[in-house]
Every structure is written in structure tokens, then in C-alpha cells.
């Protein structure tokens, strides 16, 4: 219902602007209704900051500020011991930004970060898109129940998910190792071997996050012109065809947000490795934001401060990015 | 010519992929009332042959009804807290003029694109200062403003009409009462969804919980469940699966019963 009446709401054009609205434009006019939509204005204004402040206070301690300081840190040398006095340590410039990439563990975890994305976030679109395409077809009884299975995992709490997938792996009497046995195939220790373990965290992340893609894909997929499609069968383009030119650029801003929000999700994992592997084995599973927290837990917090915005940016440029290639067309 | 082909063969492709979404799932509840013996046997067995509830009663024999009770209180304040700072917030942002408003939508927009990884050593260090560090308002204070929250409760209150302002004001309703007595009833629909996705979040958190808690009697669910499973229990399955259930059951409870508010409320955010 939220979604209807808003998105339809949404879409009518905004109330014209009314006297109380409009008012401090008219300031200067001495004429009596002006001043009477002043106090109103004035009313309005004053009840406008009083909603506001709750918020605005607490945001403003506890995310706007903590963001400042962040940025501050990253080019100190604050460590564990100045937690008292978190403004008296020395300004060193970019040297935790240099030594962070000077770091082969730091580089091992960006490494490993880089392929989490560019494997993860692919696989997470294209599962979600093709639930999405199947559910939308059209008199398909039980939609509900299917789509409320595939966002089962999504609902769930990443450890108790990660515990439950570890004892999936295990090399001897592993669900996925016992399956693979009735087919012959004598499967690795998944998470112990440095070649699968990565491998395997992608594959839980695509299983955990690809019902997110699928929902908003199938809200996506509602602005798609079925009478588009039908005369393109008529004309005989096969389903592929179909799906290349009518449906992909019907959804194509649909496909933008999912591409950016995965992305922006995937260039932060954590929870996995640190649930999972620990990191391991030999560091192939240590992620960029794993290793933050363990530069944290060594309480060099400025050598994470500059860790962590430097995910930052490489999310901002990632979406950037994202933003003018899918733009283009 | 497209509806018709082969419904059947979606229906096959649709339920394996189900089977094979949901069966970590089922394997984690099976699993959790299965004795060890039978947890570490070649090749693993389906059904429990001999059900137990030992590994749930080992669980609360360490204090799991207190992470429990943790995991409650604090996503029921933090839930509440987003509820009533983010629907006043997003009010005044929908239909009020006033100060710094744009700068203030501006700042809250840029700050839903910073990971909380950049945050939460500084959250960490102010919360030290403050005198909070492993405490239980020190799990809720930094989550109860979220700019998702805010951008939600906007959207919303954009959809509904204008007119109540005006009438609410030729009435002679006072301009903050308009929003508690006009507005406010009408948010149902706006809270159920918001409520259910800041409760799951609170639910599901880990990163400051771990930063924070520092003993068990601060600890959530998930972080007690991460420590156990890192720990020397690692290979205590039974224990493990047992505590993982605990942790999923409750939220799979909520989204069966309210499955369509989750699913509103991530289309919804996806949309806009």
C-alpha cells in the first residue's frame, strides 16, 4: 500500500505553492495579509525546526560528526592510547594513506575485495534478474510463495548464516561435498583451500542478496510494454532478442540502482570472513574491510581511519563511475 | 504466444531453485536437534534419528536468554527512536518551509552513501568519552536517526495531501499539532514497512555490537554467536546450529507474518 500511494502521489504534479509558502518572497510588502502570512510563515518555520531537532541533533553527534572526525584521524597517528584525548596526536599527512598501499596484506585484501565484486556482484544480477523474469510471467499461480523463498535469506542474520554455510562446506560430511559424491565428484574442503575459499563466499553472498536484486527487479519489470513484446514475437524475434532490446532497456534505470547498491554493498563485505575463514587461509579470503577492523583491533585507529575512506572513495568512484556507463546509451 | 510456452518447465526450474535456497535453512534446523555423534557422521543423515533438545539446553546454559534479551530491547528502542525522529524529520521536510532545510536534506542524503566503516571509530571513541563503552544505550544511540529512515517518512508524507495542512490550519490546528493529530494516525501503512526493516537491521547488526560489547552482559545474539563460532567451540555443531536457529527464527517468524511490508519496503527504497 505504502508503495502505491506514494509512487502515485509522487507522480502528480506538486501542490502549488500556497500563501504561507510563498510568503517570505512577498517580505517587504507591509500590506495586512502579508503580515498575517509572515506569523504564519513564522509559525510554520518554528514548527518545521522543532521536528527537525530531535533528529538533527542526534544525527548530527552521532553520524555528521563522527564522519569529520574520521577524516581528521586518517591523517594522524592516533592509536588506541589517545582515545582520552583524541585531538592532542601528531598531523602526519598521507603517511597511513602511503603505508596503507605499501601493506601486502592491504593490498592481498583490496585484491581480494576487487574479485568479490566484479565475480559477486554479476552472478547477484543476473540470479535476481532471471527469478524476477520468472515470477513475472503471466498467470503463474504460487508467485507469492516463491518469491517469499527466494527473500528467506535476505532476512537473516549474516553470522547465523555464515555458521550454518561453514558446517554446509565441511570437507568430510558436508551436505555440499555428500551431493557432490552421489555424482562422482570428490569435492575440495571449500573454505581450507586457498584456490575454493573465495570462491565459496561469493557463491553464499550471491545466495544471500540475490532476492534483494529480485524484488526490485520485479518492480522494474512492472514498466515493461507486454504489447512491445508480443508484436516483436509476431515479427519473429526470438526470446533472447526480445529480452536484449525490449526488456533490458525498459529496465534499464531499475538495472542501474541494483548495479550501484550491490556494488556499494560488495565493495564492504566483511561478515563472511570474519564468520567463515577468519581471512584465511594464507589471507585469500581477508577483505578490505576486515582488515580495517583488525587494524582497529590493533588500536591503530589513524591507519584504519585512512583504510576506511579509502573504501570510501573507491565507492564513490565505483558509483560514479557506474553512473555515467549506464548513462550513455 | 510468450505466457504460454512451457509453464510447466518454469514451474520445475522455479521449484529446485527454491529447494536449493531454503535447504541451509531446513540442514540449520534439522541439524540444530541432532546429537553430536550424529552431526559428525559419513555420510550425514536427513532426518534426526534420535531428536534432543541438549544443544538448545546447552545454549541457555551459557546466558543466551540474555543476548536474547538484549537483541530485543535494543531493536525495539531503536526501532521506536526511528520511528518518531524520522516521521517528524521527514514530516517537516515534505510539507514545511524552514531554515536550512535544503542543506539539511543535502546532508542527510550524501550521509546514506557513507559505508559504517568510516564511522564507527570515531562512534567508538565518542561513545569511550561519553562514559558508554559496553553498555546498552551505547548499542542503540548511534542507530536511532538512520537516513534511510528520513528518506522513507519523506517520501511518504510527500503522497499525502496538502489539503490536510490547510484545512488542519483554517481549523486553527496549531502547525506542530497538525503533524500529531492530522498526519500521524494516517502512517500505518509507512510504519509498518519502516518498522519491520529498522527492527530487522537492529536484529541483524554486527559490526557495532562487536566494537562495543566487551562482556556478556551487553552482548546481541549475533555477536555472542560469532564469538562461540570462532571460538573453541568452533566445531561444536550442535551448539552452533542450535544458536544460529535461535538467531534466524525469530526474524523468519516476523517475514512469514509480514512478508509483504518487507518486501514494500525494499521496493519502495528501490524505486525512488
Redesign the interface.
Known amino acids: 500500500?505504502?508503495?502505491q500511494?506514494?509512487?502515485?502521489?509522487?507522480a502528480l504534479p506538486p501542490?502549488s505553492p500556497?500563501g504561507?509558502?510563498g510568503s517570505?518572497r512577498g517580505r517587504g510588502s507591509a500590506s495586512r495579509p502579508g503580515r498575517r502570512r509572515g506569523h504564519?510563515?513564522a509559525?510554520?518555520?518554528?514548527?518545521?525546526?522543532?521536528?527537525?531537532l530531535?533528529?538533527?541533533v542526534?544525527?548530527g553527534?552521532?553520524?555528521?560528526?563522527?564522519?569529520l572526525?574520521?577524516m581528521f584521524?586518517s591523517f594522524t597517528d592516533m592509536r588506541i592510547t589517545d582515545?582520552?584525548s583524541?585531538f592532542a596526536v601528531d598531523f602526519v599527512g598521507l603517511d597511513n594513506y602511503i603505508a596503507a598501499f605499501h601493506d601486502p596484506v592491504f593490498r592481498r585484501a583490496a585484491l581480494n575485495t576487487g574479485v568479490f565484486v566484479l565475480v559477486g556482484v554479476p552472478l547477484t544480477i543476473i540470479a535476481g534478474l532471471s527469478?524476477a523474469i520468472?515470477?513475472n510471467?503471466?498467470?503463474?499461480k504460487l508467485r507469492g510463495l516463491?518469491?517469499?523463498?527466494?527473500?528467506?535469506?535476505v532476512?537473516?542474520?549474516?553470522?547465523?548464516?555464515?555458521?550454518?554455510?561453514?558446517?554446509?562446506l565441511q570437507p568430510?560430511?558436508?551436505?555440499v561435498n555428500?551431493v557432490l559424491?552421489w555424482v562422482g565428484i570428490d569435492g575440495p574442503n571449500w573454505l581450507g583451500d586457498e584456490r575454493t575459499a573465495l570462491l565459496s563466499l561469493i557463491v553464499m553472498a550471491v545466495?544471500r542478496n540475490f532476492g534483494?536484486s529480485m524484488?526490485?527487479f520485479?518492480?522494474?519489470l512492472q514498466a515493461v510494454d507486454r504489447g512491445l513484446?508480443?508484436a516483436a514475437?509476431?515479427d519473429g524475434a526470438n526470446?533472447w532478442q526480445?529480452f536484449r532490446n525490449i526488456t533490458i532497456p525498459s529496465i534499464r534505470p531499475?538495472l542501474l540502482?541494483?548495479l550501484v547498491?550491490t556494488s556499494?554493498g560488495y565493495?564492504?563485505f566483511?561478515?563472511e570472513p570474519?564468520?567463515m575463514t577468519?581471512g584465511g587461509p594464507l589471507n585469500s579470503t581477508i577483505s578490505a574491510?576486515m582488515y580495517?577492523?583488525n587494524q582497529?583491533g590493533f588500536g591503530n585507529?589513524g591507519m584504519?581511519?585512512a583504510m576506511?575512506?579509502l573504501?570510501?572513495i573507491v565507492?564513490?568512484i565505483v558509483?560514479l563511475a557506474q553512473f555515467r556507463l549506464m548513462r550513455e546509451k | 504466444m510468450i505466457e504460454r510456452r512451457s509453464p510447466v518447465l518454469t514451474y520445475v526450474i522455479l521449484t529446485a531453485f527454491l529447494l536449493l535456497v531454503i535447504t541451509p535453512f531446513v540442514w540449520m534446523i534439522l541439524g540444530s536437534v541432532k546429537t553430536q555423534g550424529e552431526l559428525l557422521r559419513v555420510p550425514p543423515t536427513w532426518l534426526p534419528e534420535e531428536p534432543t533438545w541438549d544443544n538448545f539446553r546447552r545454549l541457555f546454559d551459557r546466558p543466551f536468554g540474555h543476548y536474547f534479551r538484549n537483541s530485543t530491547v535494543v531493536a525495539i528502542a531503536v526501532t521506536l527512536g526511528n520511528l518518531i525522529f524520522s516521521s517528524m524529520f521527514g514530516y517537516a521536510l515534505a510539507h514545511l518551509t524552514f531554515p536550512f532545510k535544503r542543506v539539511l536534506f543535502v546532508l542527510v542524503l550524501v550521509c546514506l552513501m557513507i559505508p559504517g566503516l568510516v564511522t564507527f571509530i570515531p562512534q567508538y571513541v565518542l561513545v569511550v568519552n561519553m562514559g558508554l563503552a559496553n553498555t546498552i544505550p551505547a548499542l542503540i544511540l548511534p542507530f536511532l536517526v538512520q537516513p534511510f529512515s528520513v528518506f522513507l517518512m519523506r517520501q511518504f508524507f510527500l503522497g499525502l495531501p496538502r489539503e490536510l495542512l490547510e484545512a488542519g490550519r483554517i481549523d486553527g490546528v496549531g502547525e506542530v499539532a497538525i503533524f500529531f493529530r492530522i498526519y500521524l494516525p494516517l502512517a500505518g501503512p509507512a510504519f509498518a514497512t519502516l518498522g519491520i526493516l529498522t527492527f530487522l537491521g537492529s536484529w541483524n547488526n554486527f559490526l557495532w555490537p562487536l566494537v562495543v560489547s566487551s562482556s556478556e552482559s551487553t552482548y546481541t545474539l549475533p555477536v555472542a554467536l560469532a564469538l562461540i563460532s570462532t571460538g573453541q567451540n568452533q566445531t561444536d555443531y550442535g551448539l552452533l546450529l542450535a544458536g544460529a536457529t535461535l538467531v534466524v527464527l525469530p526474524i523468519l517468524l516476523v517475514f512469514l507474518f509480514f512478508q509483504r511490508y518487507f518486501i514494500q519496503g525494499i521496493a519502495t527504497s528501490g524505486i525512488k
Open positions: 500500500m505504502t508503495t500511494s506514494a509512487s502515485s502521489a509522487a501542490p500556497t504561507s509558502r517570505h504564519r510563515a509559525a510554520e518555520a518554528r514548527a518545521g525546526l522543532l521536528l527537525s530531535p533528529f538533527v542526534l544525527f553527534i552521532f553520524i555528521a560528526w563522527p564522519v572526525q574520521s584521524m582515545i582520552r583524541p527469478a520468472a515470477l510471467r503471466g498467470a503463474l516463491f518469491r517469499m523463498g527466494f527473500y528467506t535469506p532476512v537473516t542474520s549474516i553470522v547465523a548464516v555464515a555458521v550454518v554455510w561453514r558446517f554446509l568430510e560430511n558436508g551436505l555428500t559424491g545466495w534483494t524484488v526490485i520485479l518492480a522494474g513484446h508480443e514475437a509476431l526470446a526480445r531499475t540502482f541494483v547498491t556499494i565493495l564492504q566483511f561478515e570474519f564468520v577468519g574491510s580495517t577492523y582497529f585507529y584504519a581511519g576506511a575512506y573504501t570510501f565507492i564513490g558509483t
